[in-house]
């Protein structure tokens, strides 16, 4: 019965929020690193 | 230098539109249009005359009830939860079949079955259906309504599981293979209510108090007679 497992009743969008989060942080990281080579020009 | 910066952009936004998205599906603002449609569907077939598949239900001592996956079958209210608190009950319980409300868990009982008639249901989206699950409290009143009979349950219990602890779901709950004697109802969902997977679920565990005939909107009844619960 559902793989020996209760009826999964979470948030299953969970993994949008995740992958989303992960995107900004690869965003924020490019846009610091970018800065950081500008101050050592 | 110019790629990683459009890269970057790139990326930032989508970031930003995956989270708008998981904010739309949590707030799930069409849940009550697929709810509204499940009734119509519910009372469309209530209005049907019986198929060769299903015999007049209403003649016998117990409902024989062959619903199909994701269609629903039963109407669940409960008191505590409000006035206008009501939902379908589909068959089933994937996420899909879910999506659109409760669902009765595959291969357990169903209303005025000696056994336990599981059904399960989001906390958050699909209409926030056991949202408030927790708050229900020994004695608080459960009503399923089916073609035929609106079944009456009283919560006699409330616990907190692994979600791997499918012995909730047994005739007899927590007892495999015992030959079942009352009618149980479980209500089971998430907990505590976070956007995250949790591993953890809410049970409530009413038992039968009382069985009525069903009144049809056009004030027929749709069954012969009541019946107290075996």
Sequence with gaps: ?41 | MRVLRVLAWVSGLAGCALLLFTGFLAWDPVAAQRQHALIGDLYHQWGQPAQVSQPNRCSGSVPQVRPARGKPFALIRIPKFGVGWKFTIVEGATLAQLSGGPGHVTGTQFPGQPGNFAVAAHDITAGNAFLHLGDLRRGDRITVTTKCDVYRYAVQSKRVVWYTDIAVLDPVPGQPGKHPRKQLITLITCTPVTLAFTPYRIIVTGHLVSVTQRVSAVGGVARASGRRPS
Excluded: D, N
Excluded at chain 1, 7 to 18: E, K, N, R
Excluded at chain 1, 21 to 41: E, T, Y
């Design chain 1, 1 to 41: 019965m559902y793989g020996g497992q209760l009826p999964t009743t979470g948030f299953s969008g969970v993994i949008y929020a995740v992958i989303g989060l992960c995107l900004i942080v690869a965003a924020a990281v490019s846009a610091g690193a970018r800065w950081l080579l500008g101050q050592f020009r």
